[in-house]
């Protein structure tokens, strides 16, 4: 006996085994059992979502002898006829090789003459999109007023592209994608009743490659299956038919390109090609693992989006940590214009590693958010860079603390030979000293994360206590000073220290008289306190 491929095997056969499909499947069932059954429909949908199949159930439905709650029993004489071809009341048609005046004008002579056995002549057409303009036409009456025994079932995936004087005479249903989980459950049902032993995390994979359609899953499992025949299916398995990587390959990539590890990213290209991967299905799951790591870092509540395990998760947000959100659409943006150059490419590696070097070195791009990420990277090396001031402060503040430190030449008064200014000192009440000291150690970081006005203006600023729970900005540019000093931009910068410390502080702003930087040193009253503390030496 030949083998039956498994989406041919397992196809569904009554309303109950058609799965992410139940608006669909109500609706048809309620129509069965009420008698409310209309002439025409059009099912629209992607690949593999049922719409055939609920056709040919359908079609058996309306002229089961025995109908149970809406669906064929199966087991009277007309619905095996049907089931198995041989029936004169239903007719398929593949309007993909029948598209003609003529192929329409033979349905409408078939029309006339009422069913030989049960209640209706169906006719499922599919692909229809594919009927020509003629076809359409001709068709067009008969659609509108068919005999009272006569069904039309209009399948296609391209909606777009059939007449709306079409549409106007049918009912139609539109087809949902395949959820991961509902694919993933029907595969290890399959799996279980033909005896094959599968990992989940394999099946899992299998039906996310499927991306909603459950026939092309089980073409895939069964792919997979004959590849690994006797063997039990492993994760691994299922990557090396399918031409895929792991996550950890993704991640590995990822953090060189954030890096700018080129020769890296070259390097780990070279070892997925020996390996024989498909560079087009890398792309394709690389974009998707770029847009977990943003949906990561903007939503809230990503658990509930991403469907992931906890470990994966953690390790998600580790990784998204490593680069802001413009770094991220800019490298989903490389990849998706790579995936539709790749579809017709000769040389796919060269342009997979071209799009590799964009992301480590952004000054080859001259678009808006590879600008943007150079600007952050030149942000991030000058708040590196600590200020003549800041040198003289962490001077001062090593000689009051008793440790002996050695400040590094370079100040510019220094290198003229000029003697640095004695930093003034002032104790303050120990709140007020917790409050500066929590946000004056991340100004710089936290100034990074506010919008690119106020980002830019608060460059070269300082903080100063100004009273209990509230600091003062302190500004040397009177148009920087002008930009912040408003309401609305202060309470902004109050909601971020809010949820960043979760501490209720209020800012405003001062305009120095000098540009010349302020040395200052901050010592809580409690802190001074043991600092004057009398030593006494025991023997």
């Not at 001709?138 to 007449?163: C, D, G, N, Q, R």
């Not at 870092?297 to 906890?310: F, K, N, R, V, W």
């Not at 791009?365 to 990420?373: C, I, M, P, R, T």
């Not at 909601?495 to 702003?509: D, N």
């Amino acid at each position: 006996m030949s083998y039956t491929a498994l989406y041919r095997k397992w196809r569904p056969a009554s309303f109950e085994d058609v799965k992410g499909q139940d608006h669909i499947v109500k609706t048809l069932k309620n129509q069965v059992e009420s008698g409310r059954i209309g002439h025409a429909y059009l099912f629209c949908g992607t690949r593999g979502t049922g719409k055939t199949s609920i056709a040919k159930i359908f079609a058996r439905a309306v002229n089961c002898e025995h109908p149970a709650d809406g669906s064929p029993c199966n087991e009277c004489e007309t619905c095996r006829r049907i089931k198995e071809g041989t029936s004169l009341n239903v007719v398929e048609i593949d309007a993909a090789s029948n598209n003609g005046v003529e192929n329409i004008r033979e349905i409408r002579e078939q029309v006339q003459y009422p069913p030989t056995e049960g209640k209706y002549r169906v006719y499922i057409i599919d692909e229809v999109h594919m009927l020509s303009i003629g076809a359409f036409n001709a068709l067009l009456k008969t659609l509108e007023e068919p005999p009272s025994y006569v069904i039309f079932i209009l399948a296609t995936t391209e909606v777009h592209k059939i007449p709306i004087t079409i549409l106007s005479r049918c009912q139609r249903y539109d087809f949902k994608r395949i959820s991961l989980d509902t694919i993933a459950g029907r595969l290890k049902e399959l799996t279980e009743a033909e005896h094959i032993e599968a990992e989940e995390r394999a099946l899992r994979y299998v039906a996310k490659a499927a991306d909603g359609s459950m026939r092309d899953a089980l073409s895939l499992l069964d792919q997979c299956t004959a590849f690994h025949f006797g063997e039990p299916l492993t994760y691994d398995n299922v990557l090396e038919v399918l031409g895929a990587v792991d996550n950890s390959v993704f991640s590995q990539l990822f953090r060189a390109a954030v890096e700018g590890r080129t020769r890296d990213c070259i390097q780990t290209i070279e070892e997925i090609v020996i390996q024989g991967r498909e560079l087009s299905q890398f792309v394709t799951d690389f974009i998707w693992y770029l847009r977990n790591l943003l949906i990561v870092q903007s939503a809230d509540d990503a658990e509930h989006i991403l469907d992931t395990s906890m470990e994966n998760l953690a390790l998600l947000k580790e990784e998204a940590a490593l680069a802001d959100g413009n770094t991220l659409m800019r490298y989903i943006r490389i990849f998706s214009e790579l995936s539709g150059q790749m579809r017709y490419a000769s040389q796919k590696r060269v342009l997979l590693e071209i799009a590799l070097i964009k992301l480590t070195k952004p000054s080859m791009e001259q678009n808006l958010d590879s600008v943007l990420q150079r600007i952050s990277e030149l942000e991030e090396r000058l708040a590196g860079i600590p200020s003549p001031a800041e040198l003289a402060a962490l001077a001062a503040a090593g000689q009051a603390s008793g440790i002996q430190e050695v400040a590094g030449s370079g100040a510019g008064s220094e290198a003229a030979g000029e003697e640095a200014a004695q930093p003034e000192t002032v104790v303050l009440p120990k709140a007020q000293y917790e409050d500066l000291m929590t946000v004056k150690g991340d100004w710089g970081k936290l100034s990074r994360r506010l919008g690119g006005a106020m980002r830019v203006a608060l460059q070269g600023t300082s903080l100063k206590p100004a009273g209990e729970g509230c600091l003062s900005i302190e500004f040397t540019d009177i148009n920087n000073y002008s930009i912040m000093n408003q309401e609305n931009r202060l309470a902004e910068i109050k909601e971020l220290v809010e949820s960043e410390y979760h501490r209720t502080i209020e800012f405003k702003t001062h305009l120095r008289e000098t540009s010349a930087p302020v040395s200052t040193i901050y010592v809580s009253d409690e802190d001074l306190k043991v600092i004057h503390d009398d030593i006494e030496i025991e023997d």
